[in-house]
Nanobody, 125 residues
Framework: QVQLVESGGGLVQAGGSLRLSCAAS????????MGWFRQAPGKEREFVAA????????YYADSVKGRFTISRDNAKNTVYLQMNSLKPEDTAVYYC??????????????????WGQGAQVTVSS
C-alpha cells in the first residue's frame, strides 16, 4: 500500500479553476493506477477520474469529461486533478486513491486499496 495526502482544495466561484495534488509515499507509486473520487454531503462517494500507471491512459466520469484532467508525475510520486469550468454541483470532498490492478474502464471503490484523507472543494454560484 501507499500513503496518500491531498492538497489544493478551497473555495472558488463558478466557472473558476482549481488543481488538486495527491502526494504518495513509497517507492512503488509507479506500479499503481490512480483515481480521484468525490463525496458531496448526503451522497455516496462517486468516481471522478482514473489514470494508469505510466500516465498513458485516462478515464473520466461523464459529469466531468471535458472539464477535468487527471495527470501524474511518477518522478514526484504525485497525481493531479486539474478542474476547470467548475460548477456548484462539483462541491464535494475529493479523495485520491491507489489501485493495484490492470487498466480498465470500470473503477469501483472496492478496487482501490489506499485512500487519502480528502480535500474540500467548494464552488459558489
Amino acid at each position: 500500500q501507499v500513503q496518500l495526502v491531498e492538497s489544493g482544495g478551497g473555495l472558488v466561484q463558478a466557472g473558476g479553476s482549481l488543481r488538486l495534488s495527491c502526494a504518495a509515499s513509497g517507492r512503488t507509486f509507479s506500479r499503481y493506477s490512480m483515481g480521484w473520487f468525490r463525496q458531496a454531503p448526503g451522497k455516496e462517494r462517486e468516481f471522478v477520474a482514473a489514470i494508469n500507471s505510466n500516465g498513458a491512459s485516462t478515464y473520466y466520469a461523464d459529469s466531468v469529461k471535458g472539464r477535468f484532467t487527471i495527470s501524474r508525475d511518477n518522478a514526484k510520486n504525485t497525481v493531479y486533478l486539474q478542474m476547470n469550468s467548475l460548477k456548484p454541483e462539483d462541491t464535494a470532498v475529493y479523495y485520491c486513491a491507489a489501485a493495484d490492478r490492470p487498466w480498465g474502464t470500470s473503477w469501483p471503490r472496492r478496487d482501490f486499496g489506499s485512500w487519502g484523507q480528502g480535500a474540500q472543494v467548494t464552488v459558489s454560484s
